[in-house]
Nanobody, 113 residues
Framework: QVHLVESGGGLVQPGGSLRLSCAASGSAISNYYMAWYRQAPGKQRELVASSVNGYNNYADSVKGRFTISRDNVKNTVFLQMNSLKPEDTAVYYC????????WGQGTQVTVSS
């Protein structure tokens, strides 16, 4: 397994942007499945974006606004979030499947005026 630490969350106005980071340690992530999930209050955790072997996939609700990327030298995965909406408010979690599932502790994203 790998240890994951998210950062970059915060409060942003509608239409704004944030960039989340997920730093991995304990194993290289370059060839493994990485993803971002989110969980809003009272709702189930949902998949936002995933990346593996150069293929990226996105939830319909974030397509065209969010971009997942990775820096294999820094062993870090990013989630660039643009045109944020109030409904994007949630705790965002990093997920890795490296010899088993690993989750980060989560970072709060609040979109509000």
């Amino acid at each position: 397994q790998v240890h994951l630490v998210e950062s970059g969350g915060g409060l942003v106005q509608p239409g704004g942007s944030l960039r989340l980071s997920c730093a991995a340690s304990g194993s290289a992530i370059s060839n493994y499945y990485m993803a971002w999930y989110r969980q809003a209050p009272g709702k189930q955790r949902e998949l936002v974006a995933s990346s593996v072997n150069g293929y990226n996939n996105y939830a319909d609700s974030v397509k065209g606004r969010f971009t997942i990327s990775r820096d294999n030298v820094k062993n870090t995965v990013f989630l660039q979030m643009n045109s944020l909406k109030p409904e994007d408010t949630a705790v965002y979690y990093c997920y890795a499947n490296v010899y088993g599932a690993s989750w980060g502790q989560g970072t709060q994203v609040t979109v509000s005026s």
